[in-house]
């Protein structure tokens, strides 16, 4: 053989050599960019927003942080009562430097699946945000001790367990008397999600109120059966509207945002609720009964960081400027000064104690066991 034959099989060898390494490093490389881009999807499929807020749940690193879940039972992008509180577990993120993580949740099967979840992974707090996650933060608690669980609108506490009661029937007497004298029909309506006791205890206080500027006032009231059917909510309220409503007050969450639409088509004026709702309808909106949820949050929030926090029922009211009415400065013009007046003497009473929008027992967050207590078509004008 001679050493041109040599030199080519030998070139010709090294070459297949060469090329089998550089397709087994190239395939290497794609498997473990391929595992990598699994890890990820498996973190975001979780329905985490701490994947995408830096929190990295179930490290060791991440054990020795601050971390803060939320439990939500609709979308966040409901610009209300959810949405309101996913700004405020932002809100602890930003001020506290918080991991967090948010899941919405439908049942209480899984309230409790999620609870332990959290509580199993460590996180110092959770928030169940509504009165319905209660009972599953009762159940759960004991067996995570060093996890705090808050529930909004919640009236019970154990040793880690509280909860946050609004007085959210304070503003919506503000907004009833608004509602009272703004009405050229002698109707106003009130249109809620499903009938939970501090939603109706509002209701209730929306009518007082109402009934307080204008004794002749008729107040229907209407449930959709859920939180997030727009539709429905729009045929609510086009059924009150065909009953004469011309003032209505809606807390529905996204189902609400049919509220407004319907507002809008028959040209009524409408209330937004638990989140600042002046801008999504400017034109029907008189003003927005509102709870600054990141306030509320971030004050639990700070004593579960500082190890200050003891299970017990938070009440916030107007003096905590917590929950408060906010008028829609573009429809000011539309609101008579001696309204804006009246509204403003009702707020100074109700903050100073000298006037109750409902009877004591009949305040969601009295008595445990008493609900609201008063239908919207028996609430009397708010007593002093």
Same mark, same amino acid.
């Given at each position: 053989?001679?050493?041109?034959?040599?030199?080519?099989?030998?070139?010709?060898?090294?070459?297949? *050599?060469?090329?089998?390494?550089?397709?087994?490093?190239?395939?290497?490389?794609?498997?473990?960019?391929?595992?990598?881009?699994?890890?990820?999807?498996?973190?975001?499929?979780?329905?985490?927003?701490?994947?995408?807020?830096?929190?990295?749940?179930?490290?060791? *690193?991440?054990?020795?942080?601050?971390?803060?879940?939320?439990? *939500?039972?609709?979308?966040?992008?409901?610009?209300?009562?959810?949405?309101?509180?996913?700004?405020?577990?932002?809100?602890?993120?930003?001020?506290?430097? #918080?991991?967090?993580?948010? /899941?919405?949740?439908?049942?209480?099967?899984?309230?409790?699946?999620?609870?332990?979840?959290?509580?199993?992974?460590?996180?110092?707090?959770?928030?169940?945000?509504?009165?319905?996650?209660?009972?599953?933060?009762?159940? !759960?608690?004991?067996?995570?001790?060093?996890?705090?669980?808050?529930?909004?609108?919640?009236?019970?506490?154990?040793?880690?367990?509280?909860?946050?009661?609004?007085?959210?029937?304070?503003?919506?007497?503000?907004?009833?008397?608004?509602?009272?004298?703004?009405?050229?029909?002698?109707? !106003?309506?009130?249109?809620?999600?499903?009938?939970?006791?501090?939603?109706?205890?509002?209701?209730?206080?929306?009518?007082?109120?109402?009934?307080?500027?204008?004794?002749?006032?008729? /107040?229907?009231?209407?449930?959709?059966?859920?939180?997030?059917?727009?539709?429905?909510?729009?045929?609510?309220?086009?059924?009150?509207?065909?009953?004469?409503?011309?003032?209505?007050?809606?807390?529905?969450?996204?189902?609400?945002?049919?509220?407004?639409?319907?507002?809008?088509?028959?040209?009524?004026?409408?209330?937004?609720?638990?989140?600042?709702?002046?801008?999504?309808?400017?034109?029907?909106?008189?003003?927005?009964?509102?709870?600054?949820?990141?306030?509320?949050?971030?004050?639990?929030?700070?004593?579960? +960081?500082?190890?200050?926090?003891?299970?017990?029922?938070?009440?916030?009211?107007?003096?905590? +400027? /917590?929950? *408060?009415?906010?008028?829609?400065?573009?429809?000011?013009?539309?609101?008579?000064?001696?309204?804006?007046?009246? !509204?403003?003497?009702?707020?100074?009473?109700?903050?100073?104690?000298?006037?109750?929008?409902?009877?004591?027992?009949?305040?969601?967050?009295?008595?445990?066991?008493?609900?609201?207590?008063? +239908?919207?078509?028996? #609430?009397?004008?708010?007593?002093?």
């Amino acid at each position: 053989m001679n050493f041109h034959v040599i030199a080519r099989r030998l070139s010709t060898a090294i070459h297949s *050599t060469v090329s089998h390494i550089m397709w087994t490093v190239a395939g290497a490389a794609v498997m473990a960019a391929c595992g990598r881009a699994g890890e990820q999807h498996a973190a975001e499929a979780g329905g985490s927003a701490g994947a995408a807020s830096g929190s990295a749940a179930g490290s060791d *690193t991440s054990r020795q942080a601050f971390r803060v879940a939320l439990l *939500t039972p609709g979308p966040i992008s409901d610009q209300s009562w959810n949405g309101g509180a996913y700004n405020g577990l932002l809100a602890i993120r930003d001020s506290l430097g #918080a991991q967090i993580s948010h /899941v919405q949740t439908k049942t209480p099967a899984e309230f409790e699946e999620n609870f332990r979840q959290y509580g199993a992974k460590q996180y110092a707090l959770v928030f169940g945000h509504g009165f319905e996650f209660q009972d599953a933060a009762v159940r !759960v608690a004991p067996s995570y001790p060093k996890t705090v669980y808050v529930t909004t609108s919640g009236n019970t506490a154990t040793r880690n367990v509280g909860g946050m009661t609004f007085a959210f029937e304070e503003p919506s007497y503000l907004a009833g008397v608004v509602a009272g004298r703004m009405t050229k029909s002698g109707v !106003v309506g009130v249109i809620g999600g499903t009938e939970l006791p501090p939603v109706k205890s509002s209701f209730a206080a929306f009518a007082a109120g109402a009934k307080a500027a204008n004794p002749k006032v008729r /107040v229907l009231s209407s449930f959709i059966g859920n939180w997030d059917d727009v539709s429905a909510g729009k045929e609510q309220a086009l059924a009150q509207i065909g009953r004469g409503a011309d003032v209505i007050f809606q807390n529905a969450d996204a189902a609400g945002l049919g509220v407004f639409q319907a507002a809008r088509e028959r040209g009524v004026y409408a209330f937004g609720s638990n989140s600042n709702q002046n801008a999504v309808a400017p034109d029907v909106v008189l003003g927005s009964v509102v709870i600054d949820l990141p306030r509320a949050f971030l004050r639990v929030a700070r004593e579960v +960081k500082a190890g200050t926090f003891h299970g017990q029922v938070l009440r916030l009211g107007l003096d905590t +400027k /917590v929950v *408060t009415l906010v008028m829609n400065p573009a429809l000011a013009a539309k609101v008579p000064g001696a309204v804006t007046a009246s !509204v403003d003497s009702a707020e100074r009473e109700i903050e100073a104690g000298r006037l109750k929008p409902l009877p004591e027992g009949a305040r969601y967050g009295g008595a445990a066991d008493a609900g609201s207590g008063v +239908k919207v078509s028996e #609430a009397k004008p708010g007593g002093r």
